[in-house]
């Protein structure tokens, strides 16, 4: 029985169309589960949360007996993951900037070269963020340091490090090669081409880079469960202690008193919504820039 040419390519047509409509409805329904499942956890944290949350809790640092239920609050893990958080992705930023731009300018012509350092970098990108704790805490034991802001500071840097360049390098892949090749035509260094021209062209994806880092540090507890220690101060050096807000909600959820884990609900609220910030910024200052950048 012989089909004809005719029945095969209404047949293909078929199954294209079947095709088309099983990914298109299975990625429909990945995007809902992954919705779904974010804001079942917003929905989860803010209901116990948001009731336990109150300005005196905001305000103040842990007095005696907070862990017990009692008066005080988690001003002092506000504070200290705002201190580690700012510190981390400022180190990151100062060391991951040339990077990038170093890739995207000396290395050009470089192609494997700057392949092989971006797999690097994704495979750095996936290593788990207690792998980089416990590397710092074997380094201090060995060095005889003490937990500190800045041990915390320079774990936590070295952990977002790889997020940062790989972000910042994929927005300077984006510039136009025009772009490159009219400023060095021009006569610009390669240090002016990276820094006063890709950087400016490329602002928005830096931005995004920066607070991309800042909402992985603020929100990582492994790194930072041996390096930065715990204390109810706030810091006032970087050789002292700090508390931070994942470790915060790690102490008071092991608690076996009700009121104590409401409270680790509240400062996951108040965690919760610092990443949120984060991210819309990220947008709006992505938005607001853009339009500055030279188009092709």
């Known amino acids: 029985m012989r089909i004809s040419t005719g029945n095969i390519f209404r047949l293909r047509k078929t199954w294209w169309r079947f095709e088309e409509t099983f990914f298109r409805s299975l990625m ?5 589960v992954i919705v779904g499942v974010l804001l079942l956890i917003i929905f989860s944290i803010m209901k116990t949360g948001i009731p336990a949350l109150s300005f005196e809790m905001l305000t103040q640092t842990p ?8 008066e005080g609050g988690i001003l002092n893990a506000i504070v200290g993951s705002a201190y580690l958080a700012v510190g981390a992705t400022g180190l990151a930023l100062s060391i991951g900037l040339p990077v990038a731009i170093f890739m995207n300018t000396w290395l050009l012509k470089h192609k494997k070269t700057v392949n ?27 060095l005889g340091l003490k937990t500190s802001l800045l041990a915390g500071i320079i774990v936590v840097g070295m952990f977002i490090l790889p997020i940062m360049i790989r972000a910042i390098d994929e927005a300077l892949k984006t510039s136009p090669s025009g772009l490159t090749e009219a400023s060095l035509s021009l006569g610009s260094t390669k240090s002016e081409l990276g820094f006063k021209v890709l950087a400016k062209q490329c602002f928005p994806g830096i931005i995004t880079a920066v607070l991309l880092s800042f909402g992985r540090a603020i929100g990582d507890a492994a790194s930072v469960l041996f390096t ?6 706030i810091p006032t050096s970087l050789t002292q202690p700090t508390a931070t807000l994942p470790l915060s909600i ?5 608690s076996p008193i ?8 509240a400062a996951a609220v108040v965690l919760t919504i610092i990443i949120l910030l984060t991210s819309i910024l990220s947008r709006v200052f992505s938005n607001r820039y853009k339009k500055h950048s030279i188009k092709f």
């Open 116 to 142: 092989i350092i971006r797999f690097i970098l994704d495979l750095l990108w996936g290593v788990p963020s207690i792998i980089y704790g416990a590397i710092g805490f074997m380094i201090m034991i060995m």
């Open 228 to 233: 930065t220690g715990f204390t109810d101060n």
């Open 63 to 70: 007095k005696g007996g907070f862990y017990f239920g009692k």
């Open 250 to 254: 790690f102490f008071q959820l092991t």
């Open 28 to 32: 429909i329904f990945s995007s809902m």
């Open 258 to 265: 009700p009121e104590v884990k409401n409270r680790a609900y």
